[in-house]
């Protein structure tokens, strides 16, 4: 049912007159179908866009002007967001069809002001143009609402910028925040305090192959693959079902393990993982920034002839550095996205092997490779898998805080090579 329906509009002005209670009895608002196994936090959000659109019966309290979108990696903490935030600009609560849900959903509301860090956090200068521009009163809509991403990136000057703007908020804005956790090295406790929290659940299988099928048409029997090894990530889901070089990669990495046979492939290993994670960035990266740097060129004048055209290009050269700068920091944060993700399916091969060795019933996160499981289980046994999964996590932290990451690598290699180093 579209937003020119005579029905729907019929159904928007009885909004108004019949009690909350008969509301949330309606299907959830078009805009929340992608919003994927998160049945309590539509209902929060639809029950918060009818406090905000004054509907009968929804109590006031309902509606904040700051949200925190929390859950694990892949649950869909930014489409939540967009989904509220085209729900709260749309005239009829998120019917999908309009241009208010259409324009935000696809990013270029002029309302709406995202952000997402390009490279490895938002810094504060970024963080004061948004504040600036989320002060001002909306152009077409309801609200003006800044939607943060990634919010756990804040750099600590980004964060007192925007905890300034959220203590004491114009009228008619609207502050939705995403991030891993309410855990302060994720979100300062100062602006955690001043959100309302929305905690999201990592989806079922049965739920992510269902959007892969309606939404991408995706065969049903890929789609249950790939939502069976997905770990609850929904854009990893799509990924795998849709491109084979990354099932060729997920199959590479779960090799891994199996392939330490000597102290040689220890670092060939190692070797191959890096150049592989550095190669992948670089092809994101190459041509999204030689086009970026080129618009850029263009815009600044480059290869003008007429008068003043020498200087002028003298002029542009601390612009064109600044792009180039940023676009490092964005290649180094896709080198470390893609490290991320070979390091989680290999956190993933040990957690099987642990909860295969201790005789548990949970569903594995790999069970295509069940026999492998069972190999690793009978040589390792928990103990051992345990300490496996503890030197891969341990290298993610070090990636994080910045180690080399080739060095990072080999020592988690050695580990599952030879088990951790004891002490005299």
């Not at 930014?78 to 709260?88: G, K, P």
């Not at 609560?93 to 509301?109: D, E, I, P």
């Not at 406790?189 to 959100?195: A, D, E, G, L």
């Not at 080129?294 to 200087?311: I, P, S, Y």
Request: hydrophobic share 45%.
């Amino acid at each position: 049912m579209s937003a020119a329906d005579p029905s729907f509009l019929e159904v928007s002005s009885l909004s108004s007159t019949i009690g909350f209670a008969e509301l949330t009895r309606r299907p959830p608002a078009a805009v929340f179908d992608d919003v994927i196994g998160q049945q309590a936090a539509i209902e929060e959000l639809t029950l918060a866009v009818a406090a905000a659109r004054g509907e009968a019966g929804a109590p006031a309290a309902a509606m904040t002007h700051a949200w925190l979108f929390t859950g694990p990696p892949g649950s869909g903490r930014s489409i939540a967001a967009r989904a509220f935030a085209a729900a709260l600009e749309c005239e009829y609560g998120g019917c999908g069809q309009c241009n208010h849900c259409r324009t935000v959903l696809s990013g270029t509301h002029g309302d709406v002001r995202t952000v997402i860090p390009e490279g490895l956090s938002i810094s504060t200068g970024e963080m004061r143009e948004v504040v600036q521009l989320a002060s001002r009163r909306p152009a077409t809509a309801r609200f003006q609402i800044v939607l943060i991403e990634d919010a756990d990136r804040l750099t600590e000057g980004a964060s007192n910028a925007l905890l300034k703007v959220v203590e004491e908020p114009p009228p008619n804005t609207v502050f939705l925040l995403c991030a891993p956790s309410t855990h302060p090295d994720d979100v300062s406790v100062t602006i955690r305090s001043r959100c309302r929290v929305l905690a999201l659940r990592t989806p079922s299988p049965a739920s992510i192959a269902e959007v892969l099928v309606r939404r991408d048409g995706i065969d049903p029997e890929m789609a249950q693959w790939a939502a069976s090894v997905c770990a609850g990530h929904v854009g990893r889901a799509r990924r795998l079902a849709t491109d084979e070089q990354a099932r060729e990669e997920r199959r590479r990495i779960l090799a891994v393990p199996a392939a330490l046979r000597t102290m040689s492939d220890v670092f060939a290993e190692a070797g191959e993982l890096w150049a592989s994670a550095s190669g992948e960035a670089s092809t994101m990266s190459e041509r999204r920034d030689s086009a970026e740097l080129e618009e850029l060129k263009t815009a600044l004048g480059a290869g003008g002839t007429g008068k003043g055209a020498v200087g002028a290009a003298r002029g542009t050269a601390g612009v064109v550095k600044q792009l180039e700068r940023r676009q490092k920091s964005r290649a180094t944060r896709t080198q470390r996205d893609v490290l991320d993700r070979a390091l989680g399916d290999l956190s993933g091969f040990y957690r099987d092997v642990i909860a295969h060795s201790l005789g548990s019933t949970a569903p594995l996160m790999n069970p295509d490779i069940a026999a492998e499981i069972e190999v690793a289980s009978s040589r390792l046994g928990s103990v051992g898998a345990l300490q496996r999964l503890d030197a891969v996590l341990a290298c993610r932290e070090a990636i994080a805080v910045n180690v080399k990451p080739q060095i990072a690598l080999e020592a988690m290699m050695m580990t599952l090579f030879a088990g951790p180093v004891r002490s005299a």
